[in-house]
């Protein structure tokens, strides 16, 4: 099994619209994969996208995965798994916001992901996550657990900022943790073709980015609205083929620099 987080301490870059088509184009049937989504935002951005927000959150008393990881489940983790499309999801709860500070208070607080999900290791070929926004105990707990990062950017010199913040945290995550952590891909979203994203380009030069972009596309934001990924949405959408590139770049160990 391999872990992968969608990853960047900011909001709005597309961080959930790549973990979802990242795990549609991971688990087509081709490809023979088994795929977990795991929807670690509070705010429940990519359970919405593949359509068990409303659901899951009409219950109150649901068991979530913010409960195993203060070791409060309610029992067997894979009765909140959802079969969403091709692949299995683990939706987001409000509880994730209640849980934070208890999280950070155990001793063993950056691990809980990594042993609450390992009796799941066998079942699937690719576990995915959507981190939170923020940098804090569940975006540690993510990269832990993961430990293979994908990075979604929008081409402004502040995703710069974001990316070499985000790269010292992963770096003390190494040392204090002695997790080792693999970013596997930088990947611009919503490319315009302007001068700045330009500049921007050539600053990412040594960085492992792929040599393709996910471009501003309206279907995108219709896919989520209507709780589905762009594969079901509009299998014949440019953006299906921009996906299956990057699974491409995840099973093949990451973008290669030379």
């Not at 209640?98 to 992901?113: K, S, T, V, Y």
Request: glycine share 6%; aromatic share 6%; charged share 30%.
């Amino acid at each position: 099994m391999q872990g992968i987080v969608s990853i960047l301490q900011k909001g709005g870059v597309g961080k959930s619209t790549t973990a979802v088509n990242l795990a549609a184009a991971l688990s087509e049937p081709e490809r023979g994969n088994k795929v977990l989504l795991v929807d670690l935002c509070p705010q429940g951005t990519a359970s919405e996208h593949v359509g068990v927000y409303g659901e899951y959150h009409s219950n109150e008393e649901v068991d979530s995965l913010a409960y195993h990881l203060i070791g409060k489940g309610k029992g067997d983790l894979r009765k909140i798994i959802f079969e969403t499309e091709n692949f299995s999801t683990i939706p987001s709860h409000d509880s994730l916001f209640e849980i934070r500070a208890e999280l950070e208070m155990m001793e063993d607080g950056p691990q809980r992901l990594d042993k609450v999900l390992r009796p799941l290791e066998k079942d699937f070929d690719y576990i995915i996550a959507d981190s939170p926004p923020e940098f804090g105990i569940i975006t540690i707990n993510a990269i832990v657990a993961m430990k293979n990062l994908i990075i979604p950017i929008l081409m402004e010199h502040t995703s710069l900022r974001a990316i070499e913040d985000l790269m010292d945290q992963v770096e003390a995550i190494r040392d204090n943790l002695e997790v080792d952590v693999k970013i596997l891909a930088i990947v611009p979203n919503r490319v315009l073709n302007d001068s700045v994203t330009q500049d921007v380009k050539e600053k990412l030069e040594g960085l492992p980015v792929v040599d393709f972009d996910i471009r501003k596309r309206v279907d995108l934001k219709k896919a989520w609205v209507t709780g589905q990924t762009i594969f079901k949405y509009k299998p014949k959408s440019d953006a299906v083929e921009w996906y299956r590139k990057l699974a491409d770049v995840v099973e093949n160990g990451g973008v290669k620099i030379e």
